[in-house]
């Protein structure tokens, strides 16, 4: 039976980071041009789309919850059930094996070709996960953005760093990167149709090397800089051993450069970050906070943090939350070490007990959440500048935001201002402003 797209309503789940949420936003657009319909809900959708998370065990646990209820679903009517991303390019084929109601298998590098998929012979079972050494082009308009304000744009996939724990060089592949041509016409064609922020993606963007004429990050910077309409540039994912003084310096002299940066240290330990393969030391990551710091005075930081790494002992572990005093990051995201397939660390003994990885998770966002609320209240009665990305979602009289450094303030406005900067007055807040 051979299935068209014209009029096939959709539903895609996301689970994972900024990359996977901009590769579901492109899917969507290559299947709304497609003619299919993106849909509400599973239940009133004939084709299903799960984009899967490899990066902990727990974001894998979700899926087969998640695979759970579709499979209940597809017993009560007829469902295409797809499973894109890393956690289809770890297991491939075993997914299937273990999961028989799934339908198609794409990795991350190959999501384009779902639309084909969709409309060659069905009901066979597809898989597709090969990696291609080349970017893989798609124009700007086939990109369905969630946010009509704020976008991604991709402008690199892979990473060849293999930290000891982590699984995405197996499962996203070696490192590519986007022509800078094609950047800057993505970001031209956004700041055209009046979006007022872009967040540069990639792994370890600090390494991004134009394939055209050789240009790096600095002067992915600079251009991005220079086109006009685009008031707050980001980035994410800088890697401490990459991130360099040239780099912070030009963030300080880009007008549009957000005072902002997302600095993974993952350890406070220096034996353990060699353990992880990171390439620095506590005092190497120091340093890089001591010299953004003396650059731009007002830059907010944030983090990741690993507790439990094999190995981990209490004087470790104390070392990284004494970094976070130290540093007084304005936000972290902090998880327990989760042994990957196929990764070096997976090897070595889980030596961490279940129990003490979760206490020190517990003490971690214990001593961070009064780091931010100390700091958070020191702002109050000052003017902040917000970018308004639309309503807040759970109290629809208030607009939501967020600041330079990326932190979420909510607000009241007579007038409609999402897409427009505003200057709020902070009068209250919580750890997480
Ligand atoms: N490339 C980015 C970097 O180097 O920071 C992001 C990689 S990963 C998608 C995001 C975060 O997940 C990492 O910074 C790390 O803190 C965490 N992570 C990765 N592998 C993990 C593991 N096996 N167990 C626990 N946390 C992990
Ligand atoms: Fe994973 Fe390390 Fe690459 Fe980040 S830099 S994606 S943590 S291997």
């Not at 657009?29 to 984009?51: C, F, M, Q, T």
């Not at 986007?178 to 990639?202: D, M």
């Not at 240009?215 to 540039?233: T, Y």
Request: proline share 5%; aromatic share 8%.
């Amino acid at each position: 039976m051979s299935k068209k797209l014209k009029n096939l309503k959709f539903w895609i789940h996301t689970f994972g980071c900024q990359m996977n949420e901009n590769d579901s936003e492109r899917l969507v657009g290559l299947l709304r041009r497609a003619g299919a319909e993106l849909s509400v809900s599973p239940e009133s959708s004939d084709l299903v789309i799960i984009n899967t998370c490899a990066v902990r065990e727990k974001s894998e646990e979700k899926l087969y919850s998640l695979l759970g209820r579709m499979e209940a679903l597809k017993k009560r009517k007829k469902l295409i059930i797809g499973v894109m991303g890393c956690v289809a390019q770890l297991h491939k084929s075993r997914l299937i094996e273990k999961k028989p109601s799934i339908d198609f298998i794409v990795g991350p590098d190959n999501y384009l070709d779902i639309p084909r998929i969709l409309s060659e012979s069905w009901p066979d079972k597809v898989i597709s996960t090969r990696w291609s050494p080349h970017w893989h082009g798609f124009s700007p308009d086939d990109v369905s953005r969630k946010s009509p304000v704020s976008a991604y744009v991709t402008i690199m996939e892979g990473c060849n760093n293999f930290c000891s724990y982590c699984i995405v060089p197996f499962t996203r592949g070696q490192e590519k990167f986007r022509p800078l041509s094609r950047i800057l016409e993505e970001v031209r064609y956004l700041a055209s149709r009046g979006y007022k922020e872009i967040q540069l993606l990639g792994q370890n963007v600090n390494v991004y090397r134009d394939p055209e004429k050789g240009r790096g990050f600095i002067e992915l910077l600079e251009a991005v800089n220079r086109v006009k309409g685009i008031e707050w540039i980001r980035f994410i994912t800088s890697h401490p051993k990459n991130f360099s003084p040239a780099m912070a310096q030009v963030m300080k002299d880009s007008e549009h450069v957000c005072h902002q940066l997302h600095l993974p240290v993952q350890s406070g330990s220096s034996s353990i970050l060699e353990a992880m393969n990171r390439g620095y030391t506590r005092d190497d990551y120091l340093d890089k906070i001591g010299f953004l710091r003396d650059l731009m005075p007002d830059i907010s930081l944030s983090t990741d943090i690993i507790v439990g790494f094999p190995g981990e002992t209490e004087e470790d572990y104390r070392q990284t939350a004494d970094l976070l005093r130290q540093v007084r990051f304005t936000n972290i995201f902090s998880f327990c070490y989760s042994p990957r397939p196929l990764t070096a660390a997976a090897k070595k003994t889980d030596s961490v007990p279940f129990e003490v990885k979760g206490q020190r998770l517990m003490e971690i966002q214990r001593i961070q959440k009064d780091i931010q609320l100390e700091e958070n209240t020191s702002m109050i009665g000052d003017v902040v500048k917000v970018l308004c990305l639309g309503r807040n979602k759970r109290d629809s009289r208030l607009y939501s935001g967020r600041n330079q450094g990326h932190q979420v303030v909510n607000f009241t406005s007579d007038s409609d201002v999402i897409k427009r900067f505003v200057d709020v007055r902070i009068v209250s807040c919580g750890p997480y402003l």
